[in-house]
């Protein structure tokens, strides 16, 4: 599920910044931007240790 979430969010920030209005096309910041995403997604997602999983 993690995974899934981290990839999403990856994928929708290129996805809606690459719309045209702004002149369109994927640049190397929005692709930086969106694994910045991404790992942000992963890392907020991530189980705690000390607690156990019910």
């Not at 702004?22 to 997602?45: D, I, K, P, S």
């Amino acid at each position: 599920m993690r995974t899934f979430l981290a990839v999403a969010a990856g994928l929708a920030v290129i996805y809606f910044g690459s719309q045209p209005p702004e002149g369109g096309g994927v640049t190397n910041a929005l692709v930086v931007l969106g694994l910045v995403a991404a790992a942000l997604v992963w890392f907020l997602t991530k189980p705690k240790s000390d607690k156990p999983v019910s």
